[in-house]
């Protein structure tokens, strides 16, 4: 009777460890996917640094090339700019911008009521019509307050 017992409690050991130690398939799969996925963010970062630095290289030779092809600074003399007396040139043929005043973005936006159109202010929607101040006193949910305009 033991042993029998042993016996079985040594296969299901086994078994327990022989399906704790192996994995399945799917997730050999998800750890292959995840190494490769390290490994091709690993490449294409150093590809990325690889072409910064020859994008960077070449714009500095290009730069380089660039300042030697234009032609040299002329040199002068502290002495030399103070011996000559300038005088102011003045173009006559330049006339100046006209100048517009600028213009306030309250009136330019739309459904914006324009000076001088006060009856359109007072025909708006929700607007109370003159006379109605009874009206007004009377509405539902009004506050009287102490000292206030009554």
């Known amino acids: 009777m033991n042993k029998k017992r042993i016996l079985a409690f040594t296969v299901v050991a086994a078994?327990?460890?022989t399906l704790t130690a192996y994995k399945t398939k799917e997730q050999q799969q998800q750890e292959?996917?995840?190494a490769i996925a390290m490994k091709l963010d690993e490449y294409r970062m150093?590809?990325?640094e690889e072409c910064t630095a020859r994008v960077n290289t070449e714009a500095r030779n290009r730069f380089e090339a660039y300042l030697a092809s234009l032609p040299p600074a002329k040199a002068t003399t502290p002495g030399a700019a103070k011996a000559k007396k300038t005088t102011?040139?003045?173009n006559p043929?330049?006339?100046p911008m006209p100048?517009?005043?600028p213009q306030d973005p309250q009136k330019q936006r739309g459904g914006?009521?324009?000076e001088g159109n006060a009856?359109?202010?007072k025909q708006r929607g929700g607007a109370v019509p003159q006379g109605d101040a009874e009206q007004q006193k009377r509405r539902g949910g009004a506050v009287k307050v102490e000292g206030g305009n009554n």
């Open 88 to 90: 102011p040139k003045t």
């Open 99 to 101: 100048q517009t005043p």
């Open 15 to 17: 078994a327990l460890i």
């Open 93 to 95: 043929s330049v006339t």
């Open 32 to 34: 292959i996917a995840q």
């Open 112 to 114: 914006a009521v324009q």
């Open 119 to 121: 009856e359109q202010q």
């Open 46 to 48: 150093m590809k990325q």
